[in-house]
T-cell receptor, first 113, second 109 residues
Framework: IAGITQAPTSQILAAGRRMTLRCTQD?????MYWYRQDLGLGLRLIHY???????GKGEVPDGYSVSRANTDDFPLTLASAVPSQTSVYFC????????????FGPGTRLTVL | GQNIDQPTEMTATEGAIVQINCTYQ??????LFWYQQHAGEAPTFLSY??LDGLEEKGRFSSFLSRSKGYSYLLLKELQMKDSASYLC??????????WGAGTKLIIKP
């Protein structure tokens, strides 16, 4: 593994179903993030984690939950998917420091019908 | 509220120069980022500005004026592979990134 991986690449889901999007990084970055990207809108932060064992809410957290049991993994769960959660989901990580640049995974394209 | 404004779309010619502007109004300022995003791919980091002035990195340069809440990304010697969306993001007082909707740059031969 090099960088950040996400799974699945894409998914079509029936409304009401539970879904977990996976994110794994091998850069030993402390901070990780989940964003959604919708046409015509900027990336919007869903949840973040500054370090293993801690999580925080972003701009649009409703309907989503996360956990951070270790440094490498940061799964995002939709407990009961709704059509408005159709989007492209990006996971990112950063090492901290002055710049604290975020590096992104390849994304998961989710369609909720 | 917090706001990042960028033009929705720009067109330029291969070999030319293009300037993509970004204006922002955020609660606090702790740096401004530019990312490039090709269609169907992840955003990739281009540049970071935290002090006023110009940062040059090869064909790409980024400028910041904190007093004006303004930045631009300058792309020189445009190549067809530069066709992409360019995202401006500001780190606010909570150290969260606030993102613009992106500028789609179309390069014509």
């Amino acid at each position: 593994i090099a960088g950040i991986t996400q799974a699945p690449t894409s998914q079509i889901l029936a409304a009401g179903r539970r879904m977990t999007l996976r994110c794994t990084q091998d850069m030993r970055h402390n901070a990780m993030y989940w964003y959604r990207q919708d046409l015509g809108l900027g990336l919007r932060l869903i949840h973040y984690s500054n370090t293993a064992g801690t999580t925080g809410k972003g701009e649009v957290p409703d309907g989503y939950s996360v956990s951070r049991a270790n440094t490498d993994d940061f799964p995002l769960t939709l407990a009961s998917a709704v059509p408005s959660q159709t989007s492209v989901y990006f996971c990112a990580s950063s090492a901290g420091g002055d710049t604290d640049t975020q590096y992104f995974g390849p994304g998961t394209r989710l369609t909720v019908l | 509220g917090q706001n990042i404004d960028q033009p929705t779309e720009m067109t330029a010619t291969e070999g030319a120069i293009v300037q993509i502007n970004c204006t922002y109004q955020t609660s606090g300022f702790n740096g401004l980022f530019w990312y490039q995003q090709h269609a169907g791919e992840a955003p990739t980091f281009l540049s970071y500005n935290v002090l006023d002035g110009l940062e040059e990195k090869g064909r790409f340069s980024s400028f910041l004026s904190r007093s004006k809440g303004y930045s631009y990304l300058l792309l020189k010697e445009l190549q067809m592979k530069d066709s992409a969306s360019y995202l401006c993001a500001v780190r606010d007082s909570n150290y969260q990134l606030i993102w613009g909707a992106g500028t789609k740059l179309i390069i014509k031969p």
